[in-house]
């Protein structure tokens, strides 16, 4: 198991033609991860194979996501997320990541895969950081962390509905498209 360490507040950055690439079982361990997520993470492949995932998990990062991250992937859909994680000293690194779930040749959901890119940082200022503060001020609130966690489940469902939008519809309206200029 990985050690809790301090959190810096120094981001890490990637290279926007770089992809975080990492794989892992139905119950979340890491299968794979490549030379990029190792760089990124801090870790050596050996520190996170058949670890949970979640040795990366940065306390910013809201668990109602984590929750509506993985009851997607349970159904059998793809889910695209802002995602803060942790390195293993302790920096933290955004990504915009495309999970999907993997099938073996029968056809049964056997793990996930999951690439994540560099997001744009004007998003996660004005948008993603204001919304992941809020979601965890909400579990915060209470000293269930289930309760918690719903109550800021709601918080999004309620966003959705008050701008009639899906998740997808919302995390796509976010996503500005690259300017050409020279």
Known sequence: MIAEVELTGNECIFFEDEIIVSKTDLKGKITYANEVFLKV?????????????????????????????????????????????????GDHYWVLAHVTPSYDSNGQACGYHSNRRVPDPAIVQEHIMPLYKALCAEEAKHTNIKEGMNASLQMVIDLLTEQNTTYDEFIFSLIRPKSNAA
């Open 41 to 89: 993470a801090g870790y050596t492949e050996q520190e996170v194979l058949n670890q949970p995932h979640n040795m990366i998990r940065h306390p910013d990062m809201p668990r109602c996501i984590f929750k509506f991250l993985w009851d997607t992937l349970g159904g059998g859909n793809e889910i695209f997320a802002y995602v803060i994680n942790k390195a293993k000293n």
